[in-house]
């Protein structure tokens, strides 16, 4: 999105607490990714528009989009997977000091092992929130059908790859052709598969926003 108009859109977002903008600032100051506003106000429309009690987010990071997530809707719970050690003492420590009522649980480790793992214990959850490893989406994507409820949206983050996508692979830097070739693929799946119906959106990075089919999964 233009920077000019992503700034001016901002400006309707309801004000967050000061916290969250020193752990974003930090969090930029120390190179790591966290949402954008735009997208975490997108994320809050979803959680109050669809009553969402249960949460699971895959890439914490430092607990900034779990945070704005339980500052956005004050009865959610939030399960949220992260493998990086540094991040988890991060988000361990934000959590400690903001997460006052308890909401967020940090699970750590491998997100394919988790996921699995939930899966086996047949967890269920009404939103799902995708920044992770973008060349295993469309893996973590078929965990996420078994463990939302139907009708449960999934919401993927960061699917334009700051523009990448919309190149040739070959017109793509060597290193970042299999995540440009993998998000292709990812986006085909989910704006073709008849599990989901989804629409992608040209907020922050780019959100593809998929609806678990009902109909074939009451």
């Given at each position: 999105m233009d920077e000019r108009m992503e700034v001016f859109l901002e400006t309707f977002l309801e004000e967050m607490p000061e916290y969250l903008t020193d752990i974003e600032f930090k969090a930029q100051k120390e190179h790591v990714p966290v949402i954008r506003r735009l997208t975490g106000g997108v994320l809050i429309f979803f959680l109050r528009a669809f009553n969402v009690k249960k949460v699971l987010e895959i890439g914490t990071a430092t607990g900034y989009s779990a945070l704005y997530m339980a500052e956005g809707k004050d009865d959610v719970l939030i399960d949220t997977i992260e493998r990086v050690p540094g991040r988890i003492e991060q988000a361990k420590d934000n959590f400690?000091?903001?997460?006052?009522?308890?909401?967020?649980?940090?699970?750590?480790?491998?997100?394919?092992?988790?996921?699995?793992?939930?899966?086996?214990?047949?967890?269920?959850?009404?939103?799902?929130?995708?920044?992770?490893?973008?060349?295993?989406?469309?893996?973590?994507?078929?965990?996420?059908?078994?463990?939302?409820?139907?009708?449960?949206?999934?919401?993927?983050?960061?699917?334009?790859?700051?523009?990448?996508?919309?190149?040739?692979?070959?017109?793509?830097?060597?290193?970042?052709?299999?995540?440009?070739?993998?998000?292709?693929?990812?986006?085909?799946?989910?704006?073709?598969?008849?599990?989901?119906?989804?629409?992608?959106?040209?907020?922050?990075?780019?959100?593809?926003?998929?609806?678990?089919?009902?109909?074939?999964?009451?």
């Open positions: 400690n000091k903001y997460d006052r009522k308890n909401r967020i649980n940090l699970i750590a480790g491998d997100a394919l092992n988790i996921l699995k793992e939930l899966s086996e214990k047949e967890k269920k959850y009404d939103l799902v929130f995708m920044d992770a490893s973008k060349g295993q989406y469309k893996i973590f994507a078929e965990y996420v059908l078994k463990l939302l409820n139907p009708g449960g949206v999934m919401i993927t983050d960061n699917v334009m790859q700051e523009g990448e996508i919309l190149e040739s692979r070959y017109a793509v830097s060597r290193r970042n052709r299999t995540i440009h070739t993998r998000m292709r693929e990812y986006l085909y799946y989910i704006t073709h598969s008849k599990d989901w119906n989804t629409m992608i959106l040209p907020v922050g990075d780019g959100i593809a926003v998929s609806i678990k089919n009902r109909e074939r999964w009451q």
